[in-house]
């Protein structure tokens, strides 16, 4: 299926490009570089950005390439290329507080973009790319927080009305056990309640956590962000990684075998997951069969609200000799008709206000469930300049915890520890 898929990818990109790009670029263009983790969740998005380079390169002698960068060890190609100034990109897809706010790498964004881009974002998205209130980056996803991903019919054969969805965490607990089927000799559910995530990064482990934390009134950091202990090992978030850990070894509704929670949710192998606005241009490009709804998350003592660990946004290398031309090109697509264009043709939130209310953003599923989830109380941000590493102590207890290594307490005070060290240094 993905091979198929692959080349339907293929032939999109390649037909846009054919609609938008008429003539050839003149023989002295140069290119601007652009590096993206999205390449492989949505191809179609980040290839858009080369739509657009050939555009502007008629007008101004520079394409664009657009480099799609595995997020498993991104950082490590982030840093020799940014810090070592050889075969670093003049743009690139990055976490403002860390790549602007722990290394310096970035350049401020001119004042007169800056001043589009306050303008028309959502008020809660303004502070998305900027650091120390200056604006380095262009936030790209209306939505970067995560919504609850059901599957109809599954939900429908369990008995469940997706309708109307669990409101609350104990609502939920009950349905995802109705969802769960067990294997009848004691082996791994062969469908389970939710997709979860437990490989990977485990900064991306506490960035899918942090809902469930959220919704038990905990946070991971002091408010000023000096202090871990108190906070990553409170009581409340015990009890939350308590909960989020039975899903695996009490209650059995989530599994550690499936692997991808995104594949486990197109192969019908899970009924729900927690994921961002893009996993409805995935579902769509990769399992168009699956029939779903979009719901807010259910709540518990809060509502976990809109948050993210880490808001993506597109940023501009300092050290860049083309970085003038990479603000012109980013100043080329800044306008309401390009944002709505490259995000309608990869299922993704538009970012600019005049499109929240357009004919395709109401047609999505995740129309009301967005504005619902927004409603909501605003959850603690963690934009640290160390946040990654912070993440990764935090994340680490997560996935010990749901390994089995050991109990919630002594694994978050440990990680409560180590996070007060990082925060130290």
């Known amino acids: ?76 190609k982030y840093l020799a290329a940014l810090s070592g100034r050889s075969g670093a990109p003049d743009f690139f897809m990055g976490i403002t507080h860390q790549w602007c706010g722990q290394y310096d790498f970035c350049e401020p964004m001119p004042a007169d973009l800056t001043k589009i881009w306050d303008e028309n974002l959502p008020a809660y998205m303004v502070p998305i790319g900027k650091w120390n209130g200056r604006r380095y980056g262009i936030p790209f996803e209306h939505g970067n927080f995560q919504q609850m991903y059901m599957n109809v019919d599954m939900f429908k054969k369990a008995g469940l009305d997706p309708d109307k969805p669990p409101k609350t965490l104990d609502a939920w607990l009950a349905a995802v056990k109705k969802l769960t089927i067990q294997d009848p000799k004691g082996g791994e559910p062969t469908q389970v309640g939710f997709a979860l995530r437990s490989k990977g990064a485990p900064v991306g482990i506490t960035d899918k956590f942090l809902p469930i934390a959220h919704a038990f009134g905990a946070r991971m950091l002091s408010p000023d962000m000096t202090r871990a202990t108190g906070y990553a090992n409170s009581p409340e978030m015990v009890a939350a990684l308590q909960f989020y850990g039975d899903l695996v070894r009490k209650d059995k509704v989530a599994s550690l075998a499936l692997g991808s929670p995104e594949d486990a949710f197109g192969q019908k192998r899970a009924a729900v997951i927690f994921r961002e606005s893009w996993f409805f241009g995935w579902l769509h490009n990769n399992a168009p069969d699956i029939q779903f709804k979009v719901a807010a998350l259910p709540c518990a003592k809060t509502c976990p609200g809109a948050g993210a660990l880490f808001p993506w946004a597109n940023l501009v290398y300092k050290n860049s000799p083309n970085k003038q031309a990479a603000w012109e090109y980013l100043r080329f697509i800044s306008n309401a008709k390009d944002d709505l264009e490259q995000h309608k043709g990869d299922g993704v939130l538009p970012v600019w206000t005049a499109n929240l209310e357009s004919a395709y953003v109401k047609s999505r599923p995740d129309y009301q469930s967005t504005r619902e989830m927004l409603k909501q109380p605003v959850p603690p941000t963690y934009f640290h300049p160390k946040s990654n590493e912070l993440a990764t102590a935090f994340g680490e207890a997560v996935v010990g915890v749901l390994f089995g290594k050991g109990e919630p307490k002594p694994m978050l005070d440990e990680a409560a520890a180590k996070m007060d060290r990082i925060l130290k240094e």
Request: proline fraction near 5%; charge should be positive; charged fraction near 20%.
């Open 1 to 76: 299926m993905r091979r198929g898929l692959s080349v339907m990818v293929v032939l999109l990109v390649g037909l846009l490009i054919g609609t938008v790009s008429t003539q050839p670029a003149p023989a002295q263009t140069k290119k601007l570089v652009y590096w993206s983790l999205w390449g492989d969740q949505n191809p179609v998005f980040v290839k858009w950005y080369e739509v657009k380079g050939r555009e502007f390169a008629r007008k101004a002698g520079y394409e664009v390439e657009a480099v799609f960068v595995p997020y498993l060890g991104y950082e490590a």
